[in-house]
């Protein structure tokens, strides 16, 4: 795929509110001095250590940076560690992003529904207007055309791959073709690409200016109580969200369990092989389904099912002990249940409800 190489980060930093281009962030104690000592009096931390049994660590900050984090990850990714950043989930890379790019009551971001639901309400939040460019129906891909032309008027463009709540991966040549035709930040949201076959776009970093990806560890990581979440871009602008979080945001015992949590990639490569198994399993089962009109293809650990009586078989499953999300009031979604692909005893149970349901209808 040919670049285009007028997009230059110079021109993307110019998309940054301009009160923001010069901020002298906050400088904790941390930052003044990041090395080793026996004795530390500059932080008005308590001294006498933590009252957790046997815990010291806790009265001490944290890294505000997580270094040796990013150095864990920048192997495992491929990337540098002034290309990572780090925050508490996803959630509030999505939010200093539209803090960072987007002013109040003036500029407006680009989604296309159906799609994660904290861009539209992160914008909500800082009072930043949101252009909505629907998916194509059924295939759920990207109007590649009307985004490049609404893109004029959006300061960031939000493009979820796989995306949630369909599932689906969006084609490469509509995401190239995007990044290589708008002058904003577009950032491909890539929470769910573990469980899919494609390598995703973090490989391409370095080609494009303009996008930023974002990743985390609450899915195929199995670490969605921790929050974290990763946000990785053109070290300009992991400058600028760097300059904006808060000194700590992301806690001590966070950034150990991460560090030791990436130890373990046999292991998350065996749940990532097993969920795939079984999304296909439940995918072929829940199409044999008389009531299931489609099972709509997924490269994530979710299933998007659209089926006769939605509502009515969500509540039903309710009552058999069994969560799923009802997604029929979802904007090209109606009639549809999002299923979660769980452990194959947890997949099991809900065909025999759904039998059930088929026999008692």
Not at 107 to 123: H, K, N, Q
Not at 155 to 164: E, R, V
Not at 325 to 344: A, E, Q
Request: aromatic share 8%; hydrophobic share 40%.
């Amino acid at each position: 795929m040919n670049m285009n190489p007028t997009i230059r980060i110079e021109d993307i930093m110019q998309c940054v509110r301009p009160h923001l281009r010069g901020l002298q962030p906050y400088s904790s104690a941390r930052d003044e001095f990041s090395g080793q000592a026996h004795i530390y009096l500059d932080a008005n931390e308590n001294p006498f250590g933590s009252p957790l049994l046997s815990v010291s660590v806790y009265n001490r900050y944290p890294d505000p940076h997580q270094q040796s984090l990013k150095e864990r990850l920048a192997k495992l990714k491929g990337v540098a560690p002034g290309q990572i950043f780090l925050g508490n989930g996803s959630d509030e890379a999505i939010d200093l992003l539209i803090r960072a790019f987007c002013e109040p009551a003036q500029d407006r971001i680009l989604i296309t529904p159906p799609t994660y639901g904290m861009y539209e309400v992160s914008a909500a939040i800082h009072n930043v207007g949101v252009l909505k460019v629907p998916l194509l129906p059924e295939v759920f891909q990207l109007n590649t055309a009307e985004i490049i032309a609404q893109s004029r008027q959006a300061k960031l463009i939000w493009l979820c791959s796989p995306n949630n709540p369909t599932g689906n991966l969006l084609r490469r040549e509509d995401i190239h073709a995007i990044l290589t035709q708008v002058h904003c930040p577009v950032v491909v949201d890539e929470a769910y690409i573990d469980f899919s076959e494609d390598e995703g776009w973090l490989p391409h970093l370095e080609h494009y200016p303009n996008l930023i990806v974002l990743q985390t560890f609450s899915k195929a990581w199995g670490l969605a109580g921790l929050r974290l979440g990763v946000a990785y871009a053109h070290p300009q602008i992991i400058h600028l969200l760097d300059k904006i979080k808060p000194p700590y945001n992301i806690n001590a015992y966070t950034q150990k369990m991460a560090l030791q949590a990436l130890d373990q990639r046999r292991q998350v490569a065996l749940w990532i092989e097993n969920t795939r198994r079984e999304r296909q399993a439940l995918s072929q089962a829940l199409t044999n389904l008389p009531f299931v009109e489609k099972v709509f293809p997924s490269d994530a650990n979710f299933i998007l099912v659209r089926m006769q009586q939605a509502s009515a078989i969500y509540r039903y499953l309710i009552t058999c002990g069994i969560i799923v999300r009802d997604r029929s009031r979802v904007v090209l979604c109606d009639n549809c249940l999002r299923i979660t692909v769980g452990k194959p005893e947890e997949n099991r149970q809900l065909l025999n409800a759904l039998r059930e349901w088929q026999k008692n209808g």
